[in-house]
């Protein structure tokens, strides 16, 4: 049993593989998988799925499945740490709580993290960051310019 998994989650992922088994071999074709992966529930981003069944053939096994099932999880897992993490990061930020950091604050605090950025390249990161040209940068546009590197 795959360590991390429940018993009734490897049934269900099990069924599920079996439904799109359709000359019941124990495999599945790979062009298969973005169907059955959104059957069990899970979503998964297309260069990532690629990249994880880059390593198997035509075909994937169950065992293989979990495989790669396992990374999917594990990497929304990481994105919901990360995105906790920048989170917590623009709070530390926006010092008042009122959801903003001014964009002149956003420049000091580059400023303080790399003394070597230019003015013009505090410009173009602040442009990234402040996407809507309100001169404030909300959470959302935090975060999205943060996915972005």
């Known amino acids: 049993m795959e360590e991390n998994l429940s018993t009734q989650q490897v049934t269900l992922w099990h069924d599920a593989f079996n439904n799109f088994d359709y000359n019941s071999t124990g495999s599945i074709e790979c062009c298969d998988l973005p169907n059955l992966i959104k059957a069990v529930g899970q979503s998964y981003d297309e260069e990532d799925l690629a990249e994880y069944t880059r390593e198997f053939g035509v075909c994937l096994s169950f065992a293989e499945f979990l495989i790669i099932i396992r990374k999917i ?14 989170k917590d990061a623009f709070k530390c930020y926006d010092k008042d709580g009122n959801g903003h950091i001014r964009a002149s604050d956003f420049r000091e605090i580059l ?10 390249e505090l410009d173009d990161l602040i442009a990234e960051f402040d996407s809507d040209r309100s001169g404030t940068i909300d959470l959302e546009e935090f975060l999205n310019a943060m996915a972005k590197k």
């Not at 594990?74 to 993490?85: A, C, G, L, S």
């Open 73 to 86: 999880i594990k990497d929304r897992e990481e994105e919901k740490i990360n995105k906790k993490e920048l």
């Open 111 to 120: 400023r303080n993290l790399d003394g070597s950025q230019t003015e013009e």
